[in-house]
């Protein structure tokens, strides 16, 4: 299961959940909410810096590098038997934690196609708004010759009447 909410709602999603794996996606000034000291160092994953304005990452880790980071968090999710829930969190909910759902939805489901993917993904958020920037990149590190960027281009506009504090996607690995 993927868990997406914005940062007002992540220690909400994290206490009714239980992740084992948490994705923070931060800007410069946000912090980290605290309830995540509880996991793991290498179970939580911190982006600080805005890919979706192209902002250069306090640690000076490349887009690529991130790419891979998140990856492998998909990785860790597949060989692990317990299949604990994925918490992934920006400021809105919106844009870098849909791209990073769908990011990982396309990696453990390596079977299904980036556009039924990517209608699950619009199904259950209308909201979504998935960053291009790092879906292409995924899409070039996963090999997938430009579908996932095709996908979410051929998505219907997201609808941002629309939020949702908390989605949840399930997984079929």
């Known amino acids: 299961m993927i868990i997406v909410s914005s940062l007002d709602h992540a220690e909400e999603a994290f206490r009714k959940y239980d992740p ?3 994705i ?15 996991l793991p160092e290498n179970n939580h994953l911190r982006l600080i ?28 999710w597949k060989k692990d038997d317990k299949k604990s829930p994925i918490l992934i969190h920006c400021n809105e909910g919106a844009a870098r934690s849909m791209a990073v759902a769908f990011i990982l939805m396309c990696a453990i489901e390596d079977k299904q196609s980036e556009s039924s993917i990517a209608k699950r993904l619009r199904a259950a958020a209308p909201h ?4 291009l920037l790092l879906v292409s990149e995924a899409d ?3 090999g997938r010759n430009d579908r996932m960027i095709e996908a979410v281009l051929d998505l219907c506009p997201s609808c941002t009447t629309i939020g949702a504090p908390i989605t949840i996607f399930s997984l079929n690995d």
Not at 24 to 38: A, Q, W
């Open 24 to 38: 923070s996606l931060l800007d410069c000034d946000e912090p980290t909410p605290p309830v995540f000291d509880t």
């Open 49 to 76: 810096g805005d890919c979706a304005k192209g902002d250069k990452p306090k640690d000076n880790e490349d887009l690529a590098s991130r790419c891979a980071r998140i990856l492998d968090v998909a990785k860790a």
């Open 128 to 131: 979504a708004d998935p960053n």
């Open 20 to 22: 084992s794996y948490v």
């Open 140 to 142: 070039a590190a996963l």
